[in-house]
Nanobody, 121 residues
Framework: QVQLMESGGGSVQPGGSLRLTCTIS????????MAWIRQVPAKERERVAR???????RYADDVKGRFTISKDDAGNTLYLQMNSLNLDDTAMYYC???????????????WGQGTQVTVSS
């Protein structure tokens, strides 16, 4: 059973940076498509960034050039470096995993509990 735990959220001013970490147990990012997905109350979930088993990445248009998803070589940790944060980035951020070499069409079966990111002045 894959278990995911996020950390690194917090409060930051506009223009600031945060780095989110997702610790993976019971599985590895070497076998799963991994993603960061955010949720704002009363809005649809947004797939912010994803990375497949061979390192291919994809980003939502509104975070391109500001966010970077990465993972460690051991397959135990997933990261999301977030720069130039703005008010619209305020959300609960979830780490998710789905079985598949590539991320296209993957169903995310495993989710962490989420970490809150708040951008405010």
């Amino acid at each position: 059973q894959v278990q995911l735990m996020e950390s690194g959220g917090g409060s930051v001013q506009p223009g600031g940076s945060l780095r989110l970490t997702c610790t993976i147990s019971g599985g590895t990012s070497k076998w799963h498509c991994m993603a960061w997905i955010r949720q704002v109350p009363a809005k649809e979930r947004e797939r912010v960034a994803r990375i497949d088993t061979v390192g291919g990445t994809r980003y939502a248009d509104d975070v391109k050039g500001r966010f970077t998803i990465s993972k460690d070589d051991a397959g135990n940790t997933l990261y999301l470096q977030m720069n130039s944060l703005n008010l619209d980035d305020t959300a609960m951020y979830y780490c998710a995993a789905g079985t598949g070499i590539y991320c296209s069409g993957v169903y995310f079966s495993y989710w962490g509990q989420g970490t809150q990111v708040t951008v405010s002045s």
